[in-house]
């Protein structure tokens, strides 16, 4: 069976002391939940403090990027040996955000999943198709095209450090959301497509979250469905009133 696991992306959003303050509170109400693997990924400059703050906790801390290689002369880039120094278990990877707005490829995305696992993190690898690609029809070959680039040279014992988030990126940060059966097939391709590239107990215990506008109110049905093991939450994961909620859809679908 596999855990679900909810995962707030705070981007670049919350100033320190909101950041400490955050973690403070789902420390308190969320703090010691066991049956859904738990991650918050502030910006670089608060994992540390949020690291801390969240020592102990059932909580962990993940990065919104890393560079791929371990140290050296890369102006503005942070390493994985250092993430890990802060207290970090997790890196998204490849996020919409990083794709089309800071131009990163597959490739690169690639160079980044496989130096994570070689570090000791685990990556978040991002993928999901723009709404142009959507209405031409173009989804499966998008999405399995990116699977397959990100996950060039990764083992089959590797994999199970890895978590796959599908975000539509007609669905990032826009409200709108896609309906739990668009979710699924898209779920179910990438799975299969796993199953293709490695085997299918690989595929069989591959976390695959969902991310795209996901909110107290649409998380239940998103969450039940059969594929879906868990979200990348962004703007509802920036207050615990609304990622809180989020986490207790988890918990209730029974699926741990
Ligand atoms: C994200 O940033 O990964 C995301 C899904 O954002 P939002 O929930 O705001 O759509």
Redesign the pocket.
Known sequence: MRKQFVAG?W?MNLDQERSLALAAELRKQVGSVEDVTLAVCPPFVYLKGVAEALAGSSIVVGAQNMYGDPGGAFTGEVSGPMLLDVGCRYVILG???RRHVLGEGDRLINTKVLAALEFGLKPIV?VGEKLEQRDAGRTEQVVCGQVESVLHGVGRRQMASVTL?Y?PVW????GRTATPEQAEEVHVLIRCLVADLFDADVAEDLIIQY????KPENAGELLARENVDGA??????LAAQTFVPIVEAARSTGKD
Do not use: D, Y
């Open positions: 992306n981007k996020h919409s955000e991002c988030a975000e669905a990032i940060g826009t991310g795209g506008s996901v990348l939450v962004g703007g509802a994961s």
